[in-house]
């Protein structure tokens, strides 16, 4: 298991670990991608990763390094662990609104569930709930637009 893996078993995000923990959202991110060798981290920070994710410090320095090529997960569904509320209703009234639309009946109301969508990441990632990173996840799957 890598340390992703982990995250994910636990119900966290990369962003969410590193405000439990402490440790800097670079830092684990780059653990997470296998830039940062784990082992080669400090005791403290080896620490503040094993209690956040309530488990233990030979745990997390068993873990193997990521294997992508790219440095990034292949199922980014990690990064929908951990909405707040207001978001999470928000995406499943989008998701209500997409199944109506894309069978063909007739929705009035798909463009205020998509800006009410739109507006709650928004308002998310402006205060620091998500990252900019489940931002744009949550943009491109749910809203289907494409980053440029």
């Known amino acids: 298991m890598d340390m992703q893996a982990l995250i994910?078993?636990?119900?966290?995000?990369?962003?969410?670990?590193?405000?439990?923990?402490?440790?800097?959202?670079?830092?684990?991110?780059d653990i997470c991608a296998g830039r940062s060798d784990i082992a080669k981290c400090s005791a403290g920070t080896v620490q503040r990763l094993a209690w956040a994710l309530d488990c233990s410090m030979e745990d997390i320095m068993e873990l193997e390094p990521f294997p992508a090529a790219t440095g990034?997960?292949?199922d980014r569904a990690y990064l929908e662990c951990g909405l707040p509320s207001f978001l999470q209703a928000s995406l499943d009234k989008m998701k209500e609104a997409w199944q109506k639309t894309d069978n063909g009946e007739e929705y009035t109301l798909w463009d205020c569930d998509f800006c009410e969508l739109q507006s709650d990441?928004?308002?998310?990632e402006v205060n620091g709930i998500i990252s900019s990173e489940?931002?744009?996840?949550?943009?491109?799957?749910?809203?289907?637009?494409?980053?440029v």
């Open 72 to 74: 990034l997960p292949e």
């Open 8 to 29: 994910k078993q636990k119900g966290l995000t990369r962003y969410r670990l590193s405000k439990l923990s402490g440790v800097p959202k670079t830092t684990v991110a």
């Open 121 to 124: 990441i928004n308002n998310a």
């Open 134 to 147: 489940q931002a744009w996840y949550l943009r491109e799957k749910y809203l289907r637009i494409e980053r």
